[in-house]
């Protein structure tokens, strides 16, 4: 007999799966929007408030902090209330958070509201990962992820443009940049009644009516005949509650949840050390904020092509290779670019960093979900992401004090060794391209 996910496992990539790709899209470009968009404002308020490296600092980096608790949170809850319920409850609050940041009088305002915006935004990122992936059709279930991960460098790229045409209008545009965070508020709506909810979730609570009606729904989409009822295995709810949920540590699992951490690790350590302060570090090499902006704004166009890359070359290589090459080719970017000293130089390298940086982030989120059974996949995914926020809140900190004993050299310095490390990791996690994705 053919079970639910089998038949969605099976099906082409239709215009359902491109709704829930666009849809949830959206609400990721919308994320990166927010995160993007706290860099220009640091730049800003540095000026506007003569704010010192250390209050930077902690703007920068309450949010990760935020983003480590939500995220854990937000896998256990996606394994117990739904992926669809804590996709649009993390969007309303990260955008109303941010909203409310744009009238921040104070400094300390400021970060407790980055804070609450952090816990939304951590606990978005795995639960719609999981939720694309649960969906995807086996065959391109990589390059559907990464795809997802692509509107990252959309949201980038918006907070790059109201970074450059809104932050540097006046004393008050830094508060019309986090104004626009109150859409995702407004989305949330979107992802609840557009959305659907998880297959794989609903066979474990017993709702196999909604189940049914969602896989045939995208059969018809594909042309394709629905299986009969009395032919389809159905597991009750009792079968389910009996069966072991497991654990992210248990022993065929705890090497590639320890890998998996440690690339986790590695790439927030670098990615949000460099991209949260490039700005402010442009600024500090003498260039005037607009500038700064600008090439911020060149740099993050080469996020584009570098998903794109990965996208093509993750259904071609797998998935553990391509993590591994974008995140060795990282390495060399990052150590290029402390080494830059012209515009020319210090362009070229920050675009073949968001090259390669963007791409390894594609692939991760595509290898995540693929390493975990379904009830603990969300807990899997959003375990790895909570401990990877610790170094997206410790090297924003770290840096004014390694550029102050270093300079631009050693900072960079450090971000490369953490990619090497990362892609280290990367090589040992376990090849699933092509797999179906695990039951129990």
């Known amino acids: 007999m053919t079970t639910r996910t089998q038949r969605l496992d099976d099906l082409p990539f239709t215009g359902r799966h491109r709704r829930l790709l666009t849809g949830s899209g959206v609400g990721w470009a919308l994320d990166a929007m927010d995160v993007g968009l706290i860099s220009f404002?640091?730049?800003?308020?540095?000026?506007?408030?003569?704010?010192?490296?250390?209050?930077?600092?902690?703007?920068?980096?309450?949010?990760?902090?935020?983003?480590?608790?939500?995220a854990s949170l937000g896998g256990l809850l996606a394994d117990r209330i739904g992926r669809r319920q804590v996709f649009a409850a993390t969007l309303l609050v990260y955008g109303l958070a941010t909203g409310a940041a744009a009238l921040s009088t104070s400094v300390a305002m400021l970060i407790v509201l980055r804070f609450v915006v952090g816990l939304g935004l951590g606990a978005e990122l795995p639960v719609a990962?999981?939720?694309?992936?649960?969906f995807a059709p086996r065959k391109v279930r990589g390059r559907v992820v990464v795809a997802l991960e692509a509107f990252w460098a959309v949201g980038w790229l918006l907070a790059a443009l109201i970074g450059y045409f809104v932050v540097p209008t006046g004393d008050v545009g830094w508060r019309w940049a986090l104004a626009v965070g109150l859409v995702p508020a407004a989305y949330a709506l979107v992802v609840r009644f557009g959305l659907p909810e998880s297959v794989r979730y609903l066979e474990s609570r017993g709702r196999h009516a909604e189940a049914e009606a969602i896989v045939r729904d995208y059969e018809r989409s594909a042309g394709v005949t629905s299986v009969p009822e009395d032919e389809q295995p159905v597991r009750t709810v009792a079968e389910v509650e009996r069966a072991p949920r497991g654990s992210v540590w248990a022993p065929n699992l705890r090497r590639r949840t320890?890998?998996?951490?440690?690339v986790w690790f590695g790439i927030n350590f670098s990615y949000y050390g460099a991209f949260i302060w490039l700005p402010s570090l442009l600024v500090a090499q003498g260039f005037d904020l607009v500038t700064s902006f600008g090439y911020t704004l060149l740099i993050t166009l080469a996020q584009l092509p570098g998903y794109g890359v990965a996208a093509w070359l993750i259904e071609v290589w797998g998935r553990r290779l391509t993590l591994g090459v974008f995140l060795?080719?990282?390495?060399?970017?990052?150590?290029?670019?402390g080494l830059a000293e012209t515009p020319s130089t210090i362009v070229a390298a920050g675009m073949a960093l968001s090259f390669f940086n963007l791409g390894a982030w594609g692939a991760l989120y595509a290898i995540g979900p693929e390493l975990y059974p379904t009830p603990v996949?969300?807990?899997g995914t959003g375990s790895a992401a909570a401990f990877g926020r610790?170094?997206?809140?410790?090297?924003?900190?770290?840096?004014?004090v390694l550029l102050g004993a270093g300079g631009n050299g050693l900072v960079f310095g450090a971000f490369a060794a953490s990619f090497v490390v990362a892609a280290v990791a990367a090589f040992t996690l376990?090849?699933?391209?092509?797999?179906?994705?695990?039951?129990?």
């Open 328 to 337: 060795a080719g990282s390495a060399v970017s990052a150590g290029l670019f």
């Open 430 to 440: 376990p090849e699933r391209a092509g797999t179906v994705l695990d039951e129990r």
């Open 258 to 262: 320890a890998a998996l951490w440690i």
């Open 41 to 70: 404002v640091m730049a800003a308020l540095a000026v506007q408030w003569d704010l010192s490296s250390t209050q930077l600092s902690w703007i920068g980096s309450i949010g990760f902090v935020g983003m480590a608790i939500g």
């Open 129 to 134: 990962s999981t939720l694309v992936s649960e």
């Open 390 to 400: 610790l170094a997206s809140i410790i090297a924003p900190l770290l840096v004014p």
């Open 377 to 379: 996949r969300g807990a």
